[in-house]
């Protein structure tokens, strides 16, 4: 059974920074095509970052592009999205997001692309 574990969620002021990790584990496969989102009180799930199986493609939403970046270590079973710049309309619960690729570098955008899924963990920024 696939597992998706995220962690590094907290409070932090305007401006600060934070990095967010997660862990995929189980399955038949090493490797995803990973993925996160946000979802803050009273909206809807939004596409944050996503990273291709083989590392090589990224894609970020509008709001956070120059800001997020989002990277996988060298075995490729984890995924980290480190936040500079933060701001109070980053306040959500991030989830992290996993589905196996059609192939090795696309990049999915789209919350019924993804498979697997985590728990979640709660960022906060107060201004």
């Known amino acids: 059974q696939v597992q998706v574990v995220e962690s590094g969620g907290g409070l932090v002021q305007a401006g600060d920074s934070l990095t967010l990790s997660c862990a995929v584990s189980g399955g038949a496969h090493s490797t995803y095509a990973m993925g996160w989102f946000r979802q803050a009180p009273g909206t809807g799930r939004e596409f944050v970052a996503a990273?291709?199986?083989?590392?090589?493609?990224?894609n970020y939403a509008d709001s956070v592009k120059g800001r997020f970046t989002i990277s996988r270590d060298d075995a490729k079973t984890t995924v980290v999205l480190l936040m500079k710049g933060l701001k109070p309309e980053d306040t959500a619960v991030y989830y992290c997001?996993?589905?196996?690729?059609?192939?090795?570098?696309?990049?999915?955008?789209?919350?019924?692309?993804?498979?697997?899924w985590g728990q979640g963990t709660q960022v906060t920024v107060s201004s």
């Open positions: 997001a996993a589905t196996l690729p059609l192939w090795i570098g696309v990049v999915y955008k789209l919350a019924h692309e993804y498979d697997y």
């Open positions: 990273i291709s199986r083989n590392g090589y493609n990224t």
